[in-house]
């Protein structure tokens, strides 16, 4: 999205081209290469600082921001409410103001999905988002990237069918990232939920009336062996989230066994077919130990690698052209007004 400054910042797969999905793509694989041969564009991002604020425990989403940030030269703060005034004491454009003069980045992980909207329509700076109780964008484009590099034989990426088996309801964070960035690429997407735990009206006709724009295929039904029948790619999720634990029983009971990734769900979809998972799992619960610990099964740990190849491009991406490069004549000015500063001097 670009917001009333002008600013461009990362939000929502459903808002982006193909045509900027696929660059993204080919951004990763540049700078996953080069990683790979210890060669660092510790340039990129050098001196700059992005803020994270992350409203709740991270593993994946912190590591790969912050590391990726120190990659690129730059620094990332981690911030938390309890530690910052978030929207308590001090409003929330306030605390944007301050970050967006004293960072060039803000990435934000938090409940509800407006406090992310209302932070990037008033950030000076790129704002990331790096998780909502709707979406989920970053694991989005690193869950679809991760696929590309592991494409059926003789399949193109815009060949591919992909399909979520699990909790697809206003709490199904995955089941609708998948969703959006699936239809603005164009691809042809599965939704298997128990009628009770399937997506709304509302978010169906979004996904849809997207995905029709580009060429894809979407639809929602209830049976999950119908939907990995020529599925190349399995994409579950967790089947409850914090906050729903009192809900534990009656959801085990909808989504056990037939939503459970494990090799009978596998023996009903093709051969080739590979299972994601974007983590933390509950193994035992949505996907059993047996899926997860054969690489012939699953790309879950590439997927996960994946995730800091993903930020490092989109930090990159969305930041540098916001940087101003100080001219020669300008660092001999700057350079020369501190050396006369130091000259006068007399205690230090």
């Known amino acids: 999205m670009v917001n009333k400054h002008g600013v461009k910042s990362f939000i929502d797969n459903i808002e982006h081209s193909k045509e900027e999905i696929l660059e993204i793509f080919d951004l990763i694989r540049i700078l996953k290469a080069a990683d790979y041969d210890n060669v660092k564009f510790t340039n990129l991002l050098q001196d700059a600082s992005v803020a994270m604020i992350f409203e709740e425990p991270s593993t994946r989403t912190r590591v790969s921001f912050e590391v990726a940030m120190e990659d690129l030269g730059g620094h990332a703060?981690?911030?938390?409410?309890?530690?910052?005034h978030f929207g308590s004491h001090e409003a929330l454009q306030d605390t944007t103001e301050v970050l967006s003069r004293m960072c060039k980045g803000i990435v934000i992980r938090t409940v509800e999905h407006q406090t992310v909207l209302d932070i990037a329509n008033n950030a000076k700076v790129p704002v990331f988002n790096a998780m909502t109780y709707y979406i989920r964008p970053t694991q989005g484009v690193c869950d679809i990237f991760t696929m590309s590099e592991h494409l059926p034989p003789g399949k193109r990426l815009e060949d591919i069918k992909i399909a979520f088996v699990g909790d697809s309801s206003d709490v199904g964070i995955?089941?609708?990232e998948t969703g959006h960035i699936t239809a603005s690429l164009g691809l042809s997407y599965t939704?298997?939920?128990p009628r009770q735990y399937s997506m709304g009206k509302a978010e169906i006709a979004k996904i849809k009336k997207r995905s029709d724009e580009c060429g894809g295929s979407f639809r929602v039904i209830e049976?999950?062996?119908e939907a990995v029948a020529d599925a190349d790619f399995i994409v579950p999720d967790v089947w409850w989230y914090y906050g729903y634990e009192d809900e534990k029983d009656d959801r085990w009971a909808a989504f056990y066994p037939n939503y459970q990734v494990n090799l009978e769900l596998l023996r009903h979809a093709p051969p080739t077919c590979k299972v994601l998972h974007c983590l933390p799992a509950t193994r035992g619960v949505e996907i059993t130990s047996e899926v997860m610990d054969d690489p012939s099964l699953n790309i879950i740990f590439d997927e996960a690698e994946n995730r800091l190849h993903t930020e490092r491009a989109l930090l990159a991406r969305y930041i540098l052209p916001t940087l101003h490069s100080a001219t020669v004549s300008e660092r001999q000015q700057?350079?020369?007004?501190f050396e006369q500063y130091m000259e006068t001097k007399k205690t230090w």
């Open 223 to 225: 049976d999950p062996f």
């Open 334 to 337: 700057h350079t020369q007004a």
């Open 77 to 84: 703060l981690y911030l938390k409410p309890g530690e910052i």
């Open 191 to 193: 939704i298997a939920s």
């Open 174 to 176: 995955m089941a609708t």
